[in-house]
């Protein structure tokens, strides 16, 4: 993946701290980039944060997908507001997070912080075809709950 930092300060002076915080980590982490010190989120509203960097995944059939960071949402209530973002691997822009605070009090997000984490997946483009009939399956059109409860 290449990356053009946009605004390098919160990952290091040469980008150095955007990279998986440990040999496991499955992601890395995105920075809040903003200009404030910090910025509020009141409960229930949304803020566009930008991190600061664009992407370019040199993989085709990978595309870069951002998550909520475990801590931030489960602990503080902000979590990546569309559930999970899709960078799609034509996309060359800064990446904005959008955050949502869930909880009930006022949320503060400091210009450093990490916000989200970035992941990178395969994707599968679906070949679309109308029909006037699906195929038939055991569970039909059952929605639900459907299969009842324990």
Request: charged residues 25%.
């Amino acid at each position: 993946m290449r990356v053009k930092f946009l605004d390098p300060e919160p990952y290091g002076h040469a980008g150095e701290e955007f990279a998986p915080a440990t040999s496991g980590s499955a992601g890395i982490d995105l920075r809040a980039c903003i200009k404030e010190a910090e910025v509020v989120i009141e409960p229930g509203d949304r803020l566009a944060v930008p991190s600061g960097v664009a992407i370019e995944v040199m993989v085709p059939g990978v595309a870069g997908f951002v998550y909520s960071r475990s801590g931030l949402g489960a602990k503080d209530g902000v979590t990546v507001s569309q559930g999970v973002g899709v960078i799609d691997p034509d996309y060359r822009g800064e990446i904005k997070v959008f955050l949502t605070n869930t909880s009930k009090e006022p949320k503060t997000v400091t210009r450093g912080q990490r916000i989200a984490q970035l992941i990178l997946q395969p994707f599968f483009r679906a070949e679309v075809e109308a029909v006037d009939e699906l195929g038939g399956t055991d569970r039909g059109a059952g929605g639900f709950g459907h299969t009842g409860r324990m």
